[in-house]
Nanobody, 124 residues
């Protein structure tokens, strides 16, 4: 059974850094493109970053470009999101999602498998 588990969320001060992880099991990981999404209270889920099957191609939303870095280690079935210079607006539940194929996708409807999310809170 396909499973995605996010970890590494927590409380961080504005300007700080955090790295969250998404670890997969139950499927052939290297055939799936991965996306990171977030959802703040009262807001829609938004795509913020994505990578193709081998981690060469990457995409970032304008809101996180230059501050967040996505990477993947296929030997560990894990994708990371390094988040630097965090802002209070980054507070949200962060989700990873997987879709079969190499193409990077940016919309939630394009992904069939989701983790349960990890909370990131940016506050002083």
């Amino acid at each position: 059974q396909l499973e995605l588990v996010e970890s590494g969320g927590g409380l961080v001060q504005p300007g700080g850094s955090l790295r969250i992880s998404c670890t997969a099991s139950g499927f052939t990981w290297q055939y799936y493109a991965i996306g990171w999404f977030r959802q703040a209270p009262g807001k829609e889920r938004e795509g913020i970053s994505g990578t193709d099957t081998n981690g060469d191609a990457k995409w970032y939303a304008d809101s996180v470009k230059g501050r967040f870095t996505i990477s993947r280690d296929n030997s560990k079935n894990t994708v990371y999101l390094q988040m630097d210079n965090l802002k209070t607006d980054d507070t949200a539940v962060y989700y990873c999602a997987a879709r079969m194929g190499n193409r990077i996708a940016t919309l939630p409807k394009e992904f069939g498998s989701w983790g349960r999310g990890t909370q990131v809170t940016v506050s002083s």
